[in-house]
């Protein structure tokens, strides 16, 4: 597509449930990354992704949330037995080139899709 | 351990008036990036800017102006002339370097946002 798409757009679950987060990057972009936005504050990093690698998963809060991109495209954000507090936008964002491989003077950027507004009742 | 901070939570002004948005950060990296990201209600990041940390040039793009001053360690950013399509909500992000050739840019710290609001 032309960008990053997030699925659902909205999720609600009853504490305790599981979900799942659909992401689908740019096609053709190596990198991709996961941030949590709570209300009225700026996205925290996640984890990322290198194709299929998860090079990066010190955001994670507990053992809770898991990502995977088994083919290094789309990947999935699951978090089980859903709390209250993980409640926020979940953002999706991918970018041409991996981690580590930028020149100085490129013009690489993230591209963000909208997100998934995640409340648990 | 990087931190980004943007102490206005809430401008509003009035349309056809300027409004400078503040930023300021903290790392302990060299070589760093320095980005600003529009957040319309839609809730997609909008880029709108990347700045490196060797490169104090100030940079205008339209309405847009961008102010980097390493020795304060502020970003700060520019609307000439607002418009009420420029009410969102506007992130100021920093992302770390590595050595030479390589960078971590897409991790990015992020400032807590303001929320900037043209009148009509």
């Known amino acids: 597509g032309a960008g990053v798409s997030q699925s659902p757009r909205y999720k609600v679950a009853k504490r305790g449930q599981d979900v799942a987060l659909r992401c689908d990057p740019i096609?053709?972009?190596?990198?991709l990354f996961w941030y949590q936005q709570a209300l009225g504050q700026g996205p925290e990093f996640l984890t990322y992704f290198q194709n299929e690698a998860q090079l990066d998963k010190s955001g994670l809060p507990s053992d809770r949330f898991f990502a995977e991109r088994p083919e290094g495209s789309v990947s999935t954000l699951k978090i089980q037995r859903t709390q209250q507090e993980d409640s926020a936008v979940y953002l999706c964002?991918?970018?041409?080139w991996g981690w580590g491989l930028i020149l100085w003077n490129t013009n690489e950027k993230l591209f963000f899709g909208s997100g998934t507004q995640l409340s648990v009742l | 351990a990087q931190k980004v901070t943007q102490a206005q939570t809430e401008i509003s002004v009035v349309e056809k008036e300027d409004v400078t948005l503040d930023c300021v950060y903290e790392?302990?990296?060299?070589?760093?990036?320095l980005f600003w990201y529009k957040q319309p209600p839609s809730g997609e990041l909008v880029f709108l800017i990347r700045?490196?940390?060797?490169?104090?040039q100030n940079e205008i793009s339209g309405r847009y102006s961008w102010n980097f001053q390493k020795s304060t360690s502020s970003f700060n950013f520019t609307i000439t002339a607002s418009q009420v399509v420029d009410s969102a909500v506007y992130f100021c992000?920093?992302?770390?370097?590595?050595?030479?050739?390589?960078?971590?840019?897409?991790?990015?710290?992020f400032g807590q946002g303001t929320i900037l609001t043209v009148h009509p």
């Open positions: 096609s053709g972009h190596v990198s």
């Open positions: 790392t302990r990296d060299t070589t760093y990036y």
């Open positions: 964002a991918s970018s041409f």
């Open positions: 700045r490196n940390s060797f490169d104090e």
């Open positions: 992000a920093l992302s770390g370097g590595t050595n030479a050739g390589g960078t971590s840019y897409g991790k990015l710290t």
